[in-house]
């Protein structure tokens, strides 16, 4: 299939890359053709050009559907940062921001509108809707539209209810993981006219996954961590063992920090950028770390804690080696996890009667009428609500996030939103307003030379880097934009810092929560806990190929690398494996050595190789990404 140019053009224009990664441009030719299709490429596996280019191809503006604000906002952030207009609405924002938002999607020269799938059925983007020049609808984590997909969310349902409306504009629906049900489900619930599944195979051949069972998982982490070096994660379950296990590797003298969602936006961003940048070397996360993060030269994924599911866990694991070059996943499992997994799994599930409660007690929180609240916002502080209706914190959070996974609320984490303004007046009007008010008229020049586009729509602004420019103090500033607020001038958004919770439906008197779909999402979450188990348990099956088959694929062959091949070469192999290490041992005490200088002349260079994965895993060698050395 010969090359569009356009698009071509279009990746080394904004990428600056000279060729395509395996499958994106078939994915875009199908797109270009009008038809829609699913993608399947693993984390790292290039998902986001394969809409973005052929919408840039084509006029119009390429509708975006992702469920995470974060996740949303990198992508906007990335297009902004190469010249590309894109624009996002979430629940943070106040109504009129929408407004706008809305209208420069209509209107504007913009490429990208980002929103989540709660936001598809309002009054305010239907009615909008009718205006865009859609060019392509584009849906990121597409497994969230299946009900035995691992995250399944019911606002992605509303989804298909486009297809009427956009007539032929083509759907790209993309994900990292889907197991072969979960494919089919989701070109059926998007109303595919025609199968059309472009994938590439979720094999990774320099990566080795390991299981390592273990009475003492602090201890093991470490041989792993010595063993592999180099830029690692570790991935655990709640954010109290994220800060713990920093600390414990901190005392170890490593440098480590720790991340999850609960941290402010600014936090997030700095912890995040020392290492990529290589300053912290180990990355200690909830499942809230990774998304929209390339780092080629992960060199070890580790997971201190049972996955929830094998979807995320692939995921996870997946952010190793993506430099192509030799990388470890490595789950601990003590012989506590598996029972802890379950009963944290059932804890997942409040009585329905307590979910319903909560409910009820939200709409009493915020004093929301009945048939109100659609498409309203609230700053949510969870422990003032549990202390006034005196709920158990942890189950009203989980009772919560059921409520949101039947399409009633939508709860955003703490989702730190920088201070915005808008310039509300027409610019005849404006300029009538400097002239009549002249005490204004400095402060509103350098807010404008400051910052661009506030005519235009919402513009983040930060008051300390105001007060600056204009040699005076932050509070001067704040006191000064809520005085021009008050005058009409502006419209002045500060700094957000607590969770949001928005109102999809409007609020009823009695929640209806079938029983029946109740107990079945239960069943299929207990069936993805126990695939996980099965995967950690397994003794004689090749983790690759185990994780290949569920996700639909066979490979003939074992990938020799994890501990299950490794278990089964020392005890099949009929060359001296002490006798080879011990070789291999004396040539390391030389100094360091890459694998070429450790293979050459050797008979036995399969055996070798698979030596030096078992050596540096169980911290006998270290691994640098290209040297090998004696730990």
Known sequence: MSANPSIQDILKTYWGFDQFRPKQEEIILSILDEKDTLALLPTGGGKSICFQIPS????????????????????????????????????????????????????????FLYVSPERLETELFQARLKKMAINLVAIDEAHCISQWGYDFRPAYLNIAALKEKLNSVPFIALTATATPTV????????????????????LRKNLAYIVRKTENTTATMFKVIDGVGGSGIV???????????????????????????????????????????????????T???????????????????????????????????????????????????????????????????????????????????????????????????????????????????????????????NFSTPSKVNIILTKQDFYKFQVSHKTY?????????????????????????????????????????????????????????????????????????????????????????????QYAENESICRSNALLKYFGEKINSSCGAC?????????NDSVDSKFLEISLIKKMKEGPKKVDELLHGSKHQKELVQLLDFLTESGKLKFDGLFYSLN
Not at 74 to 103: C, F, P, W, Y
């Open 183 to 202: 494919v089919q489900d989701i070109q059926e619930k998007l109303l595919f006219t025609k199968h059309n599944v472009i994938q590439k195979s979720f």
């Open 441 to 533: 008229d400095f402060f509103l020049k350098t807010l404008l030379r400051t910052y661009g586009g506030l005519m235009e729509g919402y513009v983040s602004i930060n008051e300390s880097e105001l007060a600056g420019n204009l040699k005076s103090n932050k509070n001067k500033v704040i006191e000064t934009l809520h005085r021009l607020q008050k005058l009409e001038v502006i419209d002045y958004i500060p700094k957000g810092l607590l969770p949001k919770i928005t109102y999809t439906k409007q609020r009823v008197d009695h929640v209806h929560i079938s029983k029946v779909h109740y107990e079945e999402r239960k069943k299929i979450t207990f069936e993805q806990v126990n695939s996980v188990i």
């Open 56 to 111: 840039l191809a084509k006029d119009g503006i390429c509708l975006v559907i992702s469920p995470l604000i974060a996740l949303m906002q990198d992508q906007v952030q990335n297009l902004k940062v190469k010249g590309i207009k894109a624009l996002m609405i979430h629940s943070a924002m106040s109504k009129r921001e929408i407004d706008i938002t809305l209208d420069n999607a209509a209107y504007g020269d913009y490429k």
């Open 287 to 413: 499942n809230a770390f990774g998304m929209g993060i390339d780092k080629p030269d992960v060199r070890f994924v580790i997971h201190a804690d049972l996955p929830s599911s094998l979807e995320a866990y692939f995921q996870e694991a997946g952010r190793a080696g993506r430099d192509e070059r030799k990388a470890f996943a490595v789950l601990l499992l003590s012989p506590s996890m598996t029972g802890d997994l379950k009963q944290k799994t059932e804890l997942e599930f409040p009585e329905i009667e307590f979910i319903k409660k909560c409910y009820l007690s939200l709409s009493n929180y915020f004093q929301i009428p009945i048939h109100g609240g659609l498409d309203q916002s609230y700053d949510f502080d969870i422990r003032d609500f549990c202390n006034k209706y005196k709920l158990n914190i942890s189950s009203t959070y989980r009772a919560l996030h059921f409520i949101e996974k039947e399409g009633l609320i939508s709860l955003s984490e």
């Open 235 to 285: 991935y655990t379950a709640t954010r109290k063992r994220t800060k713990e296990i920093t600390n414990t590797l901190l005392q170890h003298g490593l440098k480590a920090d720790y991340y999850h969602a609960g941290l402010s936006s600014d936090e997030r961003q700095r912890k995040q950028q020392d290492w990529v940048s290589n300053k912290t070397q180990i990355i200690v996360s």
């Open 563 to 571: 501990d299950v091949c490794l278990s089964k070469k020392k005890a």
